[in-house]
């Protein structure tokens, strides 16, 4: 007479069988070619191309646990052009264009604005990229995609001689499916080495995607991660002037209005 399995190890295959299907449906799809789709979810994703095409905006920058923090002031004036001051009064007057793919650094008494190297980093080791945003479809060419469940990942390349070039030679953009939001970003060096981690950490209400908190990590160096809170942004007309390397007299008189002080 045909004899029956313990019921213990019919619990134990069972088990084994779900744990495997877990594994299974978790394990990322290989990288494909990307789809009308995909590029449809990139785009969607872009924060940088989302925000508004003229704007002034205050942030806030501390190390994590911190309470020493400094405030940025940041304007732009179109997709190319971006103004950042810092806000302490020992740094008054200085101000970092950028125009393009360039950055430049203004200081009061100075003859002639200075061009910035690609190395060149903000308060606490911020690139200009991990600051204002990263402009996933025109700084950077779509490779292939993964996905995981909700969670895709785009696998994108610098193109030369944009402002992406000068903060890493590729990145990994993390975005949820279901949401539409990014997650996460990975800035890579031409090794493919993750070199430091972009993190979004909640987004203010409203049909733009535009973050709350950005934590930044610096995988190579290590330290503490910073903090970057979004105190205010105003959507409003950016005076051309403002980005005028030759006449800085028209920006200082610009700035000077501004509720945030010279």
Do not use: C
């Not at 003229?54 to 732009?76: M, N, S």
């Not at 990994?172 to 990014?182: F, I, L």
């Not at 733009?208 to 995988?219: F, G, H, I, S």
Request: aromatic share 4%; net charge positive; proline share 6%.
């Amino acid at each position: 007479m045909a004899t029956r399995a313990p019921a213990f190890i019919s619990l134990r295959v069972r088990a084994a069988l779900a744990a495997l299907v877990a594994a299974l449906l978790a394990t990322p799809a290989p990288a494909a070619e990307p789809s009308a789709a995909d590029r449809a979810l990139l785009a969607a994703s872009n924060l940088f191309a989302a925000a508004p095409e003229q704007f002034r905006a205050r942030v806030a920058v501390r190390t994590t646990g911190g309470t020493d923090r400094a405030e940025l002031e940041i304007w732009r004036g179109g997709r190319d052009r971006l103004l950042v001051r810092p806000l302490a009064a020992r740094q008054r007057g200085k101000v970092i264009l950028q125009l393009g793919a360039e950055r430049w650094l203004l200081t009061p008494g100075a003859r002639q604005p200075v061009k910035l190297g690609a190395g060149f980093r903000l308060h606490g080791g911020i690139s200009f990229e991990e600051l204002l945003g990263i402009d996933i479809e025109r700084g950077y060419r779509l490779l292939r995609t993964e996905s995981a469940g909700r969670i895709v990942t785009f696998h994108l390349e610098a193109e030369s001689a944009t402002a992406a070039a000068t903060g890493a030679a590729a990145a990994r953009w993390v975005v949820d499916r279901e949401t539409r939001r990014p997650l996460r970003a990975d800035l890579l060096l031409e090794s493919g080495r993750v070199a430091r981690v972009v993190e979004f950490r909640g987004f203010r209400p409203g049909g733009r995607p535009v973050p709350e908190v950005v934590v930044l990590k610096d995988v190579l160096r290590g330290g503490p991660p910073l903090e970057v809170e979004l105190l205010e942004i105003e959507e409003r007309e950016v005076p051309a002037a403002l980005f005028d390397l030759a006449d800085g007299g028209a920006r200082a008189r610009l700035l000077a209005d501004d509720p945030a002080g010279p």
